[in-house]
């Protein structure tokens, strides 16, 4: 019913940048909360960022100033920038959305895209 689609993974250099998109599709009215989530090697799953449909952000106290979420309310879109990349970084990123109305008048809870795969290494 919502489809959500990362994209703008790959392969980044120690101190550099990338920026990551997710648009969300479907028979949607509104989203409360989009973020981002990842999962590093050996490591537990953990939150990056979220926003609210406000503009409110919440951020893993070791990414702030680091890396910004954003997102486009009218593409349904959240994006993540990531600067000043570590190896540590390195880590499949998941979207998802929390509290989507959708245009039918149902809601659903939370969904999650598949996945993009960031890697920082030189």
């Known amino acids: 019913q919502v489809q959500l689609v990362e994209s703008g993974g790959g ?13 969300a599709s479907g028979s949607i009215f509104s989203i409360n909360v989009m973020g981002w989530y990842r999962q590093a090697p050996g490591k537990q799953f953990e939150l990056v960022a979220t926003i ?3 503009g409110s952000t919440s951020y893993a106290d070791s990414l ?10 009218a593409k349904n879109t959240v994006y993540l920038q ?3 990349l570590k190896p540590e970084d390195t880590a ?3 979207c998802t959305a929390q509290d ?3 245009d039918r008048g149902s809601t ?6 598949q996945g993009t795969q960031v890697t920082v290494s030189s």
Not at 12 to 22: A, F, K, T, V, W
Not at 64 to 73: A, C, P, V
Not at 108 to 113: A, F, K, P, V
């Open 11 to 23: 392969l980044g250099q120690p101190g550099g940048s990338l920026r990551l998109s997710c648009a």
């Open 52 to 54: 609210t449909s406000g």
């Open 64 to 73: 702030k100033g680091r890396f910004t979420i954003s997102r486009d309310n």
């Open 82 to 84: 990531m600067n000043s």
């Open 92 to 94: 499949v990123y998941y």
């Open 100 to 102: 989507i109305s959708t």
């Open 108 to 113: 659903i809870g939370r969904s999650w895209g």
